[in-house]
């Protein structure tokens, strides 16, 4: 299995190339953050930016909802956030985003600023998802050379490579309801698929480490 992103992949967005496992004196970063409007009462820009020092980041890729917050990181550390756009205006979008014509105008919108790596975190299930909406969603992510950060199972992935093979794809938890085996056999078919390894205990490769390729050791 290739391509890995064990909380790394930041540091490949921002480099424009594909990353794997790095050595261990590496930097840091951290492919799975958001800053959504609860957080913003709690946590101010500056407590967040000062956690990530406290843990040694050096990069991190943060999506929200609503984007502000992602802006409102952006604004604050530049250098260190990279910027995703979640197609969730509020929480509600969660459910229906992937068939809702309004997003793409909401989407173009928020791109202009051109500050975006891609569009995502989003959630996405099973293969019968196919429509104008998502399609046009997939074709905005290749057209301004996009990541798309998918929080799905193997199915949807699937999907997404079919509506548009040229896609860029983060596969978010890699998989999570999908097992290692599955996640690892979709990895070696697409060259445009990462994964970053959050919320998984282990089971992609128990008892073993990562090398700079991505095969267990």
Do not use: C
């Amino acid at each position: 299995m290739r391509r890995w992103l064990v909380l790394l992949i930041a540091v490949g967005l921002l480099a424009g190339r594909p990353v794997s496992a790095p050595a261990a004196d590496a930097p840091l970063a951290d492919a799975h953050i958001h800053y959504s409007a609860p957080d913003w009462s709690v946590y101010s820009p500056d407590q967040v930016v000062a956690i990530l020092d406290k843990a040694g980041i050096t990069r991190a890729l943060v999506s929200s909802t609503p984007d502000d917050g992602t802006l409102k990181l952006y604004d604050r550390d530049p250098k260190r956030v990279v910027p995703m756009l979640r197609p969730y205006r509020t929480r509600d979008d969660m459910s229906s985003w992937w068939r809702d014509p309004s997003i793409i105008p909401y989407l173009e919108q928020r791109l202009t600023r051109g500050v975006h790596k891609g569009i995502g975190e989003f959630h996405l299930h099973g293969s019968n998802n196919r429509n104008p909406v998502l399609k046009r969603i997939t074709e905005i992510a290749v057209q301004r050379d996009l990541y798309l950060q998918a929080h799905s199972d193997d199915a949807a992935v699937i999907e997404l490579f079919a509506i548009e093979p040229k896609a860029k794809i983060i596969w978010a938890h890699a998989g999570m309801s999908s097992g290692a085996a599955a996640v690892g056999a979709l990895m070696d078919k697409q060259p445009n698929l990462w994964a970053d390894l959050s919320y998984r205990y282990g089971d992609v490769a128990p008892g073993a480490r990562w090398t700079r390729r991505g095969a267990r050791s």
